[in-house]
């Protein structure tokens, strides 16, 4: 079946052919690793993991790389305020190495959390640093770009086009540009490839420019080139990457061999808090670990993300995350039956859910179509192991690790079955004392206990 993807660059579905019919080439931009990811943040990630799931699915091998970006990303997308690693390093009084180091690692064990598949490559800038210096070397070469004292800048205006996403153009942007842009620039959407570091700045190599740093567009340019080739097939990121850094890394492949770099340009809609803007100042802004402090397990988020199309914004709010939390537990409820079940399903009536299903993810990741499929399923009133290995199968697109779920009632805590072991040693050992401890203890936390032959049985 075919698959089709809204193409930003087009801004069209369109139908999606991979460029090599055995493996799908794919780059991502990653977080910037300067604080602990955002729920909206992690609705961006969410997204990459479902499409990667859809091609799957559809029997693709992937070659996909993210980058985590811990070097050169001003607090402002266009060249302005501060580096973000050196603010987090004076906040928490630290080296912005250290820094980079601590985020990345809460960064990816978020995505484990939300059982978000990692990308095959995970490119950090800063170990790349030679591999962008010898990318913008070609583009100096090639006549794009003009350099202050400090700054080597790239020329927006030496492109046939500026602006190829957003459809805007150098000319207008002129025409309506505001005074107090960086005077040092020739044209408002030239942007810094390289930038010689002050005194004071700690993430700085020895270059062809002296003690500096690359600019942030440049990673996933050099680093997407470097694993994936001058051309390959899709490109993602979030809809704020759309007017400034997916148009500065086309202007950078542009610059350095003349081409589009990705076939398909796809991005994510933001996810909004309350119908409105996140952040730290209205005191709205949420983890992962402030949505567990608050009882919703990860893949409760996950699940929440479904009632929405990634290309559509999506309004959070804790009433939501409720409605979601009750939908997981009856999906799992409603899985377990099936598992349980020994009625009879016909191949035609599979075949059909199979292909409602394809169709729906297939229809530019349609998820919540997707998600009414699966309810039909879990509905169905024969319950049947057909249907339990059909939602097993949906899960590889869904994420939503069905196969682990048991009954919690059948399964004891881990600390309990250590306690269990322990009393059982213990009256193996004749030591009764302990062995009334620990009962007594287990009694404390809330079960029951029984002796048997076979040593301690306790229940809820
Ligand atoms: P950053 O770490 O700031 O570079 O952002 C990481 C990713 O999160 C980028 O792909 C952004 O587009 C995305 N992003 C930031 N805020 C939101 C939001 N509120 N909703 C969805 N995605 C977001
Ligand atoms: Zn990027």
Redesign the pocket.
């Known amino acids: 079946m075919s698959i089709k993807f809204y193409n930003t660059l087009s801004r069209k579905k369109e139908e999606f052919t991979p460029i090599d019919s055995k493996e799908i080439r794919m780059y991502?931009?990653?977080?910037?690793?300067?604080y602990f990811?955002?729920?909206?943040?992690?609705?961006?990630?969410l997204f990459m993991d479902n499409l990667r799931r859809v091609l799957k699915y559809n029997g693709y091998n992937l070659k996909h790389v993210m980058n985590i970006?811990d070097v050169g990303?001003l607090v402002s997308d266009a060249d302005e305020g501060e580096d973000?690693m050196m603010k987090a390093a004076k906040r928490e009084n630290k080296n912005p190495f250290e820094i980079a180091e601590f985020y990345m690692n809460a960064f990816l064990a978020d995505i484990d959390k939300l059982n978000v598949d990692r990308p095959e490559i995970i490119a950090r800038a800063t170990e790349h640093i030679d591999v962008m210096e010898e990318y913008v070397k070609k583009i100096i070469d090639n006549g794009y770009t003009y350099q202050t004292e400090d700054t080597v800048y790239f020329d927006t205006a030496k492109l046939d086009k500026y602006g190829v996403l957003s459809n805007r153009n150098v000319d207008d942007q002129k025409a309506g540009a505001r005074v107090e842009f960086d005077q040092n620039k020739k044209n408002i959407s030239d942007f810094a490839l390289w930038i010689k570091a002050p005194e004071n700045h700690i993430m700085k190599w020895d270059s062809f420019f002296g003690k500096s740093y690359p600019g942030w567009h440049l990673e996933c340019s050099a680093m997407g080139y470097k694993y994936l080739g001058d051309h390959f097939d899709i490109h993602?990121?979030?809809?704020?990457?759309i007017p400034i850094h997916h148009e500065n890394e086309i202007a950078q492949s542009k610059g350095f061999c003349g081409k589009i770099p990705a076939n398909f340009w796809m991005?994510?809609?933001?996810?909004?808090?309350n119908g409105g803007?996140?952040s730290k100042s209205l005191n709205n802004l949420y983890t992962l670990a402030d949505l567990e402090e608050k009882g919703f397990e990860p893949l409760v988020y996950r699940m929440f993300n479904y009632t929405s199309n990634y290309r559509a914004?999506?309004n959070f709010t804790f009433e939501a995350m409720e409605a979601a939390k009750v939908a997981l537990s009856r999906l799992r409820e409603g899985y377990l039956k099936h598992q349980e079940g020994t009625e009879d399903v016909s191949d035609e009536e599979i075949k059909s859910y199979e292909e409602r299903f394809l169709e729906a993810i297939n229809d530019d990741l349609n998820m919540p179509v997707a998600m009414s499929v699966v309810w039909d399923v879990i509905k169905n009133p024969n319950k049947s192991k057909k249907l339990q290995n059909l939602l097993l199968k949906f899960d590889e697109v869904l994420g939503l690790n069905l196969k682990d779920y048991q009954k919690e009632e059948n399964v004891l805590p881990e600390e309990i079955q250590k306690l269990v072991a322990e009393r059982n040693e213990a009256r193996a050992n004749k030591n009764w004392a302990e062995s009334d401890r620990i009962r007594d203890l287990l009694i404390e936390k809330g079960y029951t206990v029984k002796d048997s032959k076979e040593g301690t049985i306790v229940e809820k």
């Open positions: 991502s931009c990653g977080p910037t690793v300067y990811a955002h729920i909206g943040n992690l609705r961006a990630y970006t990303h973000k993602t990121g979030g809809v704020d990457h991005h994510v809609e933001f996810l909004q808090i803007k996140m914004q999506i």
